[in-house]
């Protein structure tokens, strides 16, 4: 009995070994997600509810920088900003994604080389912000830009025209229609692979019946696609609330309030790092969570009172 019994004992010493050894591998990413992503949270939730400059005594305010933030006009002109922004980039975003998806998934015509158009499709979200800000301020610089020259050359324009200033919605257009071309190669790709996880039986048996592209498309693949296109949406509405790189880069560091591209984020960063209020920064970084909180969960809402 005891010689039986020793080769269990000795065999369960040895998984706990073995589990010891995995929690001892787990614990540098544990220790770094503790220190770099759960700290900083729940430090920038302390700050909001204190008058703090970034330096010095913090002194508790309670709710005061949220009462504050819910009534700062130039927050939510920044925010509606950001909306304006984002809607055109979610439109040709997922309009030219779903267009594409259609053309490489069309049954009667189908489109050899999908893994090359899939790569470049790709290659812009792979381009560092940084370039691609540069790149268009470059392409759309009012005097010296190459687009105002073809259209002047064209005569297709009168003036040179300010792409990328002032206070009318054309920089925003602009920041939309960049914000599409970087990511909409990445839509196309979830929406394939959306496609290609759908049972070809249906379409088969839908082509049988006499069903036309038009109606397999609204009957089948839309309702199909219905939750990649939910990611697709809700990821979309997480970073394009929190849009700051593009529009700071390409208005410069002088972004004033009252801007055509003068978001949210940038209002954010303004008020931490050069206004030096940092309390009210975090309350405001706060606030923008909640927002795009809520707006996720009427997206799901949405999403899961239409499949019932």
């Given at each position: 009995m005891t010689k039986a019994a020793r080769p269990s004992r000795e065999k369960w010493s040895g998984m706990r070994r073995r589990e010891l050894y995995g929690l001892l591998f787990c614990m540098p990413f544990v220790i770094a997600f503790l220190v770099f992503s759960v700290y900083p949270v729940f430090r920038t939730l302390q700050m909001s509810f204190m008058n703090y400059k970034g330096f010095g005594k913090e002194t508790f305010v309670g709710f005061a920088n949220y009462i504050r933030a819910f009534k700062d006009p130039l927050y939510w002109d920044a925010f509606v900003n950001t909306l304006k922004m984002w809607g055109v980039n979610i439109v040709l975003q997922l309009g030219l994604a779903l267009l594409l998806t259609i053309a490489f998934n069309d049954m009667k015509y189908r489109i050899r080389g999908l893994g090359f158009f899939r790569a470049v499709y790709y290659l812009p979200n792979l381009i560092a912000c940084t370039s691609v800000a540069f790149l268009f301020k470059t392409l759309l610089d009012w005097k010296f830009g190459s687009v105002n020259q073809i259209l002047l050359s064209l005569h297709l324009i009168g003036a040179p025209v300010n792409w990328l200033t002032g206070k009318d919605a054309t920089a925003q257009i602009v920041v939309g229609v960049v914000g599409a071309w970087m990511w909409f190669g990445n839509s196309f790709i979830m929406l394939m692979a959306g496609v290609q996880g759908i049972n070809t039986s249906y379409f088969e048996a839908a082509t049988i019946d006499g069903a036309n592209r038009?109606?397999?498309?609204?009957?089948?693949?839309?309702?199909?696609?219905?939750?990649?296109?939910?990611?697709?949406a809700v990821t979309s509405l997480i970073g394009g609330l929190q849009l700051f790189d593009i529009p700071y880069l390409i208005s410069g560091t002088e972004g004033k309030p009252g801007r055509a591209l003068y978001t949210a984020v940038f209002y954010l960063y303004t008020t931490a790092f050069k206004n030096n209020q940092m309390g009210y920064a975090a309350a405001l970084a706060f606030v923008l969570f909640m927002i795009i909180a809520v707006f996720c969960a009427i997206a799901f809402k949405l999403m899961n009172r239409k499949e019932d």
């Open positions: 038009w109606q397999i498309f609204a009957r089948i693949t839309m309702p199909l696609l219905r939750p990649v296109m939910l990611y697709v």
